[in-house]
């Protein structure tokens, strides 16, 4: 029974279970209220879109990335494992944005308060709903 009850555990969380996910605190304080809405007009399109460095401009649109349009950028994010519905830990918004390196964090040269990556981490672990 003990041996059943084992393997079921590793089929349900696998050897690794997050092999290329975050290591994130069990819980932080949001900026601001976790909702898309608030992740867009407060971080998204201030940050990256439309103020700073405007990388995810439609002009910039680094990584295939826009950012200047709510709706254009909610679909984007939901691509190739940038949100991960449900897992902060395993979005690549998240690791960029908590990211160690000076060359990877975004948005470059800014580094987000860690209040304000708990606000974006809280929306994507909430569903990461429109």
């Known amino acids: 029974m003990r041996l059943l ?3 079921l ?3 349900a969380c696998g050897d690794d279970p997050a092999p290329n996910c975050l290591q994130l605190e069990a819980d932080c304080s949001p900026l601001y209220e976790p909702t898309f809405e608030q992740v867009y007009t407060n971080t998204l399109a201030r940050s990256c879109g ?6 995810h401009a439609a002009a910039g649109a680094k990584g295939g990335l826009v950012l200047d349009d709510a709706d254009i950028a909610h ?3 939901m691509l190739n494992d940038r949100v991960t519905p449900g897992d902060a830990a395993c979005s690549m918004l998240i690791k960029r944005l908590d990211h160690e390196s000076p060359s990877l964090v975004m948005p470059p040269g800014a580094k987000l308060s860690a209040a304000e990556v708990c606000s974006v981490r809280k929306w994507i672990e909430a569903g990461a709903q429109r």
Do not use: D, I, R, T
């Open 5 to 7: 009850a084992l393997s």
């Open 75 to 77: 679909a984007q994010l």
């Open 50 to 55: 439309v103020g700073a460095g405007s990388c």
């Open 9 to 11: 555990l590793v089929v």
